[in-house]
């Protein structure tokens, strides 16, 4: 935990929250990441007086949402090994020399969802390159939105659907697929006596309650170390 205290990354008015040892060790993780991720941009900005920076374009972004025994993807639903939105939504961010200088520091609609399936597709339109393949692209170009804000019918969050995952045949202690359409989601699980499938708000980001509308302490509390406060995670 040297780094966790070394760097002084995390914010010092959630040191209460930080106490966790759990957590201490993300934050380490998050830290160490953190710097060496500077000391490569840093690199890259210096090399040929910036010009390698220029041509540069970087997109960070998580393959899921962290594990039940390491993290707390709150407010969302679920982790790691599950498609909740728990455990397939995750950050990602768009930076580089390359990007419009005006959409530095810019939110990205969060109603326009991204699929890691429309990386390939949205970088060859950012290089100017087609796909030269047969079949049809998955993913969509989302070239346009990133750099100049420009949301097209194709992209848009509305009416997108996404096929999560389907494995019809080997879940009986796994999730066994999903498909979302606009902001809604049908979930597909046979981990639980009966098979259910069922609907729910994808952009859901309210707290893990009970039917009566109490916090669920075990989903909420999973790692022992206390509720998050509000506005720690969003």
């Given at each position: 935990l040297d780094l966790y205290y070394e760097t002084q990354c995390m914010n010092?008015?959630?040191?209460d929250w930080m106490d966790c040892e759990q957590h201490q060790v993300m934050q380490a993780q998050t830290s160490?990441?953190?710097?060496?991720?500077?000391?490569?941009?840093?690199?890259?900005?210096?090399?040929?007086?910036?010009?390698?920076?220029?041509?540069?374009?970087?997109?960070w972004l998580s393959d899921n949402g962290a594990p039940v025994w390491e993290g707390d993807n709150s407010p969302l639903r679920g982790a790691k090994k599950e498609i909740y939105e728990g455990g397939v939504r995750t950050p990602?961010?768009?930076?580089?020399?390359?990007l419009n200088a005006e959409r530095y520091g810019?939110?990205?609609?969060?109603?326009?969802?991204?699929?890691?399936?429309d990386i390939y597709p949205t970088i060859l339109a950012a290089a100017n390159l087609h796909h030269l393949g047969h079949k049809p692209l998955d993913g969509k170009n989302q070239w346009h939105a990133i750099q100049s804000d420009i949301i097209s019918s194709e992209i848009d969050g509305s009416r997108r659907e996404f096929?999560?995952?389907?494995?019809?045949?080997y879940c009986e202690t796994i999730m066994c697929g999903a498909y979302r359409?606009?902001?809604?989601?049908?979930?597909?699980?046979?981990?639980?006596?009966?098979?259910?499938?069922?609907?729910?708000?994808?952009?859901?980001?309210?707290?893990?309650?009970?039917?009566?509308?109490?916090?669920?302490?075990?989903q909420s509390d999973y790692l022992g170390c206390g509720q998050i406060?509000?506005?720690?995670?969003?």
């Open positions: 010092r008015e959630s040191e160490c990441a953190d710097l060496a991720l500077q000391r490569m941009l840093e690199h890259l900005q210096n090399l040929q007086d910036g010009k390698v920076w220029q041509q540069t374009l970087l997109i990602m961010f768009v930076s580089g020399g390359y810019a939110v990205f609609d969060t109603s326009t969802p991204v699929h890691v399936v096929l999560y995952n389907v494995d019809p045949e359409y606009g902001p809604w989601k049908f979930v597909w699980s046979q981990n639980t006596d009966t098979p259910t499938m069922y609907w729910y708000d994808a952009y859901s980001t309210q707290p893990r309650r009970n039917d009566d509308g109490s916090v669920n302490e075990a406060p509000r506005g720690i995670q969003s």
